[in-house]
């Protein structure tokens, strides 16, 4: 009997429910206004959406309040930023040979040299390395360019009056403010050096066919990031941080595109964790890595082939180190390069990878060649 009841009462609220849910529908099928601000809802976050996904967060500059901590020596330029540097070898007033180093993709000052305290003190070695503009502790540089490298190398050595001139290395992608050096301020260079140097696919003075044979042996996902930093770098940052499609490869940790001496150095190198690399992306990935790649592969004012000779009366050299087994550079954009600028003097390592200079050996071979002109 109660039972009953009970399914009787629950049988009549039901009806009651349904009904009023319908007359809820009708009201809001009549009342226009809310859909329409339900359109205008939905419509406008999904711009909102796609405008927070274009626009990179602003950086965590160091030393502002809630930002990282300034913890290494830095100088002030002209512009106002600061660049974070740190010193290595014999000081710089006994030293024969200042040398500046440029790190590459995702690294910083705290990029060591795979060489000994002691070889350094024999050949009378200053080494500088800095944190390119955005990395580590040195402070975004919004208009950052192929240009600006080259000049914030040149405050930074007379920041710390290094002299009218300096050597230079550039690694990988820190060969972009290299050539930017041999561009803009030749002058100032005593010895350049450049280390599995990188590659930008639209320098005019690659035969198209070459570097197209080189674009189409990178992985589908690099081409993309490559031809978006540069046809579209306004939607770079977006393209970095979706999970729809794969973007760089290099950011997700792949390990084919290290070759076999690369991951036996990658071994050694996650047994002794390099100090510092918690602080490479401290401000945010946007000023350092991805600006890095939209400078890089953007589109730039000069070809390398437009490079006069910086040292006519062979006052000074300039290297260029390729490894055989680079994935990551295709050695025959560089070897092209370097038969055309004959003062390059061009080595092509075998048994060698992108991660060339972290193995000791070539590492003081790079330093020798450096020192011994
Ligand atoms: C460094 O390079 C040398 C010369 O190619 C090679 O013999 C040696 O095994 C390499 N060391 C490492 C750790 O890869």
């Known amino acids: 009997m109660a039972a009953n009841q009970i399914r009787k009462v629950s049988a009549a609220s039901a009806r009651a429910h349904t009904r009023k849910s319908k007359q809820g529908e009708r009201r809001a099928f009549k009342l226009s206004p809310n859909m329409i601000a339900l359109i205008v809802a939905v419509v406008g976050s999904f711009l909102g959406y796609a405008y927070l996904s274009l626009k990179a967060p602003p950086p965590k500059i160091c030393g502002s309040p809630g930002g990282p901590s300034v913890t290494s020596p830095r100088i002030k330029i002209s512009d106002g930023r600061h660049l974070a540097y740190k010193e290595r070898g014999v000081s710089k007033e006994e030293a024969k040979y200042k040398i500046v180093i440029c790190h590459g993709f995702d690294d910083s000052k705290d990029f060591r040299l795979a060489i000994s305290e002691e070889l350094l003190e024999e050949l009378q070695i200053y080494l500088l390395s800095f944190d390119r503009a955005g990395y580590g502790e040195s402070d975004p540089n919004p208009e950052r360019s192929i240009r600006s490298e080259a000049f914030d190398i040149q405050e930074l050595v007379d920041g710390l009056q290094l002299g009218p001139k300096f050597y230079l290395i550039g690694i990988s992608i820190g060969a972009y403010p290299v050539y930017s050096c041999l561009k803009y301020i030749p002058h100032r260079l005593a ?145 092209y390069l370097s038969q055309k600028l004959p003062w390059i003097h061009y080595h092509e390592v075998p048994d060698a990878g992108h991660l060339m200079i972290y193995n000791s050996t070539h590492c003081e071979a790079i330093i020798k060649a450096v020192v011994s002109t």
Not at 200 to 220: D, I, M, Q, T
Not at 224 to 253: L, Y
Not at 281 to 287: D, H, L, N, P, T
Request: hydrophobic fraction near 40%; include cysteine.
């Open 191 to 335: 010895g350049v050096t450049f280390v599995v140097p990188f590659v930008n696919y639209w320098w005019r003075c690659f035969p198209a066919h070459l570097s197209k044979e080189a674009f189409g042996r990178l992985r589908v996902q690099d081409q993309w990031t490559f031809r978006i930093a540069h046809f579209t770098p306004w939607i770079f940052h977006w393209w970095m941080t979706q999970k729809w499609f794969p973007s760089f490869s290099v950011m997700e940790g792949k390990l084919d595109i290290f070759s076999r001496s690369d991951l036996e150095i990658l071994k050694q190198l996650s047994e002794t964790p390099m100090e510092g690399q918690e602080k490479v992306r401290q401000q945010g990935v946007y000023e350092c890595l991805h600006r890095d790649i939209m400078v890089a592969f953007g589109k730039w004012e000069f070809d390398p082939t437009d490079i006069a000779n910086p040292f006519p009366n062979k006052e000074g050299s300039v290297h260029l180190w390729q490894a055989y087994e680079d994935r990551m550079i295709p050695f025959t954009l560089n070897r």
